[in-house]
C-alpha cells in the first residue's frame, strides 16, 4: 500500500481540521490503518488507530473526544477530524498501514505499521 496525507495546514486554536490519507497498491480495505504524529523535538507518537472491518478504534489519551478516526473503503481513503485544536496538536501527522492484514482489534505500536506517507504538517497558533 502506498499511501499519502493531505489536509493539513495553519488553524487558530479551537479550530478543526480534517486529513486525509489516499491509499494506492495493495487491497487497502484489508489493513488496519493508523495516525500518528511527530512534533519538533519529540518522538513519534500513535494518535489514533481503526481496524480493517471499521469496527473496532482507538485514540491517544490526548486526543480522546476530539478527534475521530474513519474510513471510506471505496475511495481507499482514511480520515482523521481534528475538532477543538490546541497549540500541542502541532505537528507533523502521518498515517500508515496495519503489517498484518485482517488483525482483531487496532495495535498501538508503530512499529506493527508499515507503507507510511511522507506526512502533513498541521499547526494551531494559539
Known amino acids: 500500500v502506498q499511501l499519502v496525507e493531505s489536509g493539513g495546514g495553519l488553524v487558530q486554536a479551537g479550530g478543526s481540521l480534517r486529513l486525509s490519507c489516499a491509499a494506492s497498491?495493495?487491497?487497502?480495505?484489508?489493513?488496519?490503518m493508523g495516525w500518528f504524529r511527530q512534533a519538533p523535538g519529540k518522538e513519534r507518537e500513535f494518535v489514533a488507530g481503526l481496524s480493517w472491518s471499521g469496527s473496532s478504534t482507538a485514540y491517544a489519551d490526548s486526543v480522546k473526544g476530539r478527534f475521530t478516526i474513519s474510513r471510506a473503503n471505496a475511495l481507499n481513503t482514511v480520515y482523521l477530524q481534528m475538532n477543538s485544536l490546541k497549540p500541542e496538536d502541532t505537528a507533523v501527522y502521518y498515517c500508515a498501514a496495519d503489517r498484518r492484514n485482517w488483525r482483531l482489534g487496532v495495535v498501538r505500536n508503530e512499529a506493527e505499521f508499515v507503507s507510511w506517507g511522507p506526512g502533513t504538517q498541521v499547526t494551531v497558533s494559539s
Open positions: 497498491g495493495s487491497i487497502f480495505s484489508n489493513s488496519g
